[in-house]
């Protein structure tokens, strides 16, 4: 593309980078690939947010998690040692019936921070649906709602408002802000204070690569440099409660 090249450094808390862990890096040389790609955009830590979804327990999920992770670490510390630790764990936890009341759920927050990366579900939202959100929120969770640009269809309008009015955080992908399909109404939510983090939501090196750096362009191009920045920190202040 031909935007100006992103000079601010970020930090991704989106992306399926885990090899063999979900449908996103099928191996190691692909988390690596994906890994070096965002590297060269810019960033400086991530968060690894493998989609959690109830066909396994929450216990036998960070198993194979840990073990995906220890096989990205070991890569790092020979190629790249100057990444050592900057990635951090989280989930894409798929909401459910019953998801607010497993009692290992607070361990798919990000690191160690009360951050939870929620996929709502793609069929009608009910009020039980947003009273687990409720549920969650008394409970010490704050909720960063995924990718809400991909939503409206199922959602509606009364429902992504009453949403809105709960304390969560909306993440965006930066992908919406580059496709034509889904650019206005992207821009809309930026413009409407309806985004507070990007994420690439990366899952390869092709169809869904890694991509903040063109997403971000698209921003400033669009004179949303300011909402950019304030994603930007919102990001790294995210990471750093999140690494502590
Ligand atoms: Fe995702």
């Given at each position: 593309?031909?935007?100006?090249?992103?000079?601010?450094?970020?930090?991704?808390?989106?992306?399926?980078?885990?090899?063999?862990m979900?449908d996103?890096?099928?191996?190691?040389r692909?988390?690596?690939?994906?890994?070096?790609?965002?590297?060269?955009q810019?960033?400086?830590?991530?968060?690894?947010?493998?989609?959690?979804?109830?066909?396994?327990?929450?216990?036998?999920?960070l198993?194979?998690?840990?073990r995906?992770?220890r096989?990205?670490?070991?890569?790092?510390?020979?190629?790249?040692?100057?990444?050592?630790?900057?990635?951090?764990?989280?989930?894409?936890?798929?909401?459910?019936?019953?998801?607010?009341?497993?009692?290992?759920?607070?361990?798919?927050?990000?690191?160690?921070?009360?951050?939870?990366?929620l996929?709502?579900?793609?069929?009608?939202?009910?009020?039980?649906?947003?009273?687990?959100?409720?549920?969650?929120?008394a409970?010490?969770?704050?909720?960063?709602?995924?990718?809400?640009?991909?939503?409206?269809?199922?959602?509606?309008?009364?429902?992504?408002?009453?949403?809105?009015?709960?304390?969560?955080?909306?993440?965006?992908?930066?992908?919406?802000?580059?496709?034509?399909?889904?650019?206005?109404?992207?821009?809309?939510?930026?413009?409407n204070?309806?985004?507070?983090?990007?994420?690439?939501?990366?899952?390869?090196?092709?169809?869904?690569?890694?991509?903040?750096?063109?997403?971000?362009?698209?921003?400033?191009?669009?004179?949303?440099?300011?909402?950019?920045?304030?994603?930007?920190?919102?990001?790294?202040?995210?990471?750093?409660?999140?690494?502590?």
């Amino acid at each position: 593309m031909l935007f100006r090249q992103e000079k601010k450094p970020f930090h991704d808390l989106h992306l399926h980078i885990l090899p063999d862990m979900d449908d996103g890096a099928r191996d190691i040389r692909m988390s690596a690939g994906m890994l070096q790609e965002e590297i060269r955009q810019g960033c400086e830590g991530l968060i690894a947010t493998p989609h959690y979804y109830p066909t396994e327990s929450i216990s036998e999920f960070l198993t194979r998690r840990q073990r995906a992770y220890r096989e990205l670490e070991d890569w790092i510390e020979s190629e790249i040692p100057d990444w050592s630790g900057r990635i951090g764990l989280g989930a894409e936890a798929a909401y459910h019936n019953g998801l607010v009341c497993d009692p290992d759920l607070e361990k798919l927050c990000m690191g160690h921070s009360r951050y939870l990366l929620l996929e709502m579900p793609f069929e009608k939202w009910t009020s039980g649906m947003l009273r687990d959100v409720r549920t969650l929120i008394a409970n010490g969770i704050r909720p960063i709602i995924a990718h809400l640009e991909r939503f409206p269809e199922y959602a509606g309008e009364d429902a992504i408002g009453e949403l809105l009015e709960m304390d969560v955080l909306i993440q965006m992908n930066a992908g919406a802000l580059l496709h034509r399909s889904s650019h206005h109404r992207a821009v809309t939510m930026v413009k409407n204070g309806i985004t507070q983090i990007l994420g690439t939501d990366s899952h390869n090196l092709d169809s869904r690569c890694p991509n903040m750096k063109d997403g971000l362009a698209v921003m400033r191009k669009d004179h949303l440099g300011r909402q950019a920045d304030e994603i930007l920190d919102n990001n790294a202040a995210i990471y750093r409660a999140a690494m502590e």
